[in-house]
């Protein structure tokens, strides 16, 4: 007998036999006190052409800054049913939308502090590791002074700001590769 390499192992294709329960793409629960955003846009690959076959995973603060998680300890309102958590696949079209509500600021290292942001984790074919990145709000104040888009060189920045589209709507879109790459984070 001889051994042969066998070609590597990529994640996916996925299989949405049992977990589409778990796709959702609102979250902030119904009824909740602050405003509702929405964020649309696309997954986009090197070439240009959309990935209809991309797994997002929203997790966010709460509008008072709080996680919806048993670490998160301070001493600040989490409203009844608050989850910080969203899946949401992409369309043949590779698009997306998200209705969220905008959260508060969290703490950052060295005891700063980072302006709202929304962390996104997306998966897809191919991929063997999951690329972590962020939505910023766009005229957000805080974005000049928080710590992890200080990290970001300045004309790539852009990439991680969400802009807006309209009433209480705003785009986004991932761009896998290229000249417009969105930045993604080591985790």
Do not use: C
Not at 147 to 162: K, N, Q, S, Y
Not at 167 to 177: G, N, V
Request: hydrophobic share 40%.
């Amino acid at each position: 007998m001889s051994l042969h390499p066998t070609p590597s192992q990529t994640v996916g294709p996925y299989f949405s036999i049992g977990l589409d329960a778990l796709n959702q793409n609102r979250v902030a629960v119904a009824g909740t006190s602050a405003a509702s955003v929405a964020i649309t846009g696309r997954v986009i690959d090197g070439q240009g052409d959309p990935v209809p076959d991309a797994v997002l995973e929203i997790w966010q603060a709460a509008p008072s800054g709080r996680y919806a998680h048993p670490e998160d300890t301070r001493d600040l309102p989490l409203e009844e049913g608050w989850r910080g958590f969203a899946r949401i696949p992409t369309s043949a079209a590779g698009s997306f939308e998200l209705t969220t509500v905008k959260p508060g600021p969290v703490p950052g290292p060295g005891g700063s502090v980072q302006a709202p942001h929304i962390v996104v984790l997306v998966g897809m074919r191919g991929l063997l590791r999951h690329l972590m990145t962020r939505i910023y709000f766009p005229d957000e104040p805080a974005n000049l002074g928080d710590p992890v888009l200080a990290l970001v060189p300045d004309a790539r920045r852009p990439t991680l700001i969400a802009r807006a589209a309209g009433p209480a709507r705003l785009e986004w879109d991932i761009i896998l590769q290229g000249a417009n790459e969105t930045v993604f984070f080591s985790y």
